[in-house]
T-cell receptor, first 112, second 115 residues
Framework: GEDVEQSLFLSVREGDSSVINCTYT??????LYWYKQEPGAGLQLLTYIFSNMDMKQDQRLTVLLNKKDKHLSLRIADTQTGDSAIYFCAESSSPGNTPLVFGKGTRLSVIA | EAGVTQFPSHSVIEKGQTVTLRCDPISGHDNLYWYRRVMGKEIKFLLH????????ESGMPNNRFLAERTGGTYSTLKVQPAELEDSGVYFC?????????????FGSGTRLTVV
């Protein structure tokens, strides 16, 4: 079955860049997502990328996709304490129509 | 537009009791999903409704879990009888029909603790 893997923890200093990595196994994945979960809150969609794209940038966020290696990364520039949260990578072969497959989440801690 | 609403936000019940979780999707969203996250593990798919029909229930753990979506609006997920391993955060998500959006909107989740 499909599998999505992420490292569990990342700690960075405020102002530095954070890079969260994710690998997936399903070659039919066509859409890949990054969700953020702050303490006590739901899952907030940060960004998504289509499989025919290599990169997507949205303000401080940069998503890189290496489809050959099935590797996805999320870079957060100028990381702030408010970025501390759990970040989930997820994939779907038919967005909105089929369930998302999630990784275990990466807990990002930002040190002031 | 109102988001996806789930309640209760927290529930603590004893093993063997029954609990019913509710999810109100965004109005007009045909697709409704239930997911569960057990502590420290990935968010796992439980069930997918398209309007009032169960499209995919392959993720439901066992027959102690019953989901309904009468009238294609809100959905309930009942656990009866609850076991200790049912503890976790239950998320609901909704999305419009295919092609209208690439996003799934999630609720804040219900944290279920079975003691």
């Amino acid at each position: 079955g499909e599998d999505v893997e992420q490292s569990l923890f990342l700690s960075v200093r405020e102002g530095d860049s954070s890079v969260i990595n994710c690998t997936y196994t399903d070659s039919s994945s066509t859409y890949l997502y990054w969700y953020k979960q702050e303490p006590g809150a739901g899952l907030q969609l940060l960004t998504y990328i289509f499989s025919n794209m290599d990169m997507k940038q949205d303000q401080r966020l940069t998503v890189l996709l290496n489809k050959k290696d099935k590797h996805l990364s999320l870079r957060i520039a100028d990381t702030q304490t408010g970025d501390s949260a759990i970040y989930f990578c997820a994939e779907s072969s038919s967005p909105g129509n089929t369930p998302l497959v999630f990784g275990k989440g990466t807990r990002l801690s930002v040190i002031a | 537009e109102a988001g996806v609403t789930q309640f209760p936000s927290h529930s603590v019940i004893e093993k063997g009791q029954t609990v019913t979780l509710r999810c109100d999707p965004i109005s007009g969203h045909d697709n409704l999903y239930w997911y569960r996250r057990v502590m420290g593990k990935e968010i796992k798919f439980l069930l997918h409704f398209v309007k009032e029909s169960k499209q995919d229930e392959s993720g439901m753990p066992n027959n102690r879990f019953l989901a309904e979506r009468t009238g294609g609006t809100y959905s309930t997920l009942k656990v009866q009888p609850a076991e200790l391993e049912d503890s976790g955060v239950y998320f609901c998500a909704s999305s419009p029909r295919t092609g209208e959006s690439y996003g799934y909107t999630f609720g804040s989740g219900t944290r279920l603790t079975v003691v």
